[in-house]
């Protein structure tokens, strides 16, 4: 069973920071994909950043120059760097996963709020 464990959530004040973490366990295929999601309240779930096995990294515009996705594949281990946060990034933050099988499986974490005050 793969399951997906989020951390690092909270409260911060406009332009501080914060790291999000997510570990992956229980699955017997390699990781492909790994990747952050957010969902502001009343808003649709966007795509924040993704990495993959390879460590290429792609962002929203929102956050690009702001956020940084990294991984450590030896952990099944993905973080979401997140500097300089404005109001607008208060939402909830998904990681998720893709295994490197056929169809592809994705696996979600159970989300980990972040509040960004003035």
């Known amino acids: 069973q793969v399951q997906l464990v989020e951390s690092g959530g909270g409260l911060v004040q406009a332009g501080e920071s914060l790291r999000l973490s997510c570990a992956a366990s229980?699955?017997?295929?390699?990781?492909?994909?790994m990747g952050w999601y957010r969902q502001a309240p009343g808003k649709q779930r966007e795509l924040v950043a993704t990495i993959t096995g390879r460590g290429s990294t792609d962002y929203a515009d929102s956050v690009a120059g702001r956020f940084t996705i990294s991984r450590d594949n030896a952990k099944d281990t993905v973080y979401l760097h997140m500097n300089s946060l404005k109001l607008e990034d208060t939402a909830v933050y998904y990681c998720y996963i893709e295994l490197a099988t056929v169809p592809v499986r994705r696996y979600w974490g159970q989300g980990t709020q972040v509040v960004v005050s003035s």
């Open positions: 229980g699955s017997m295929f390699v990781i492909n994909v």
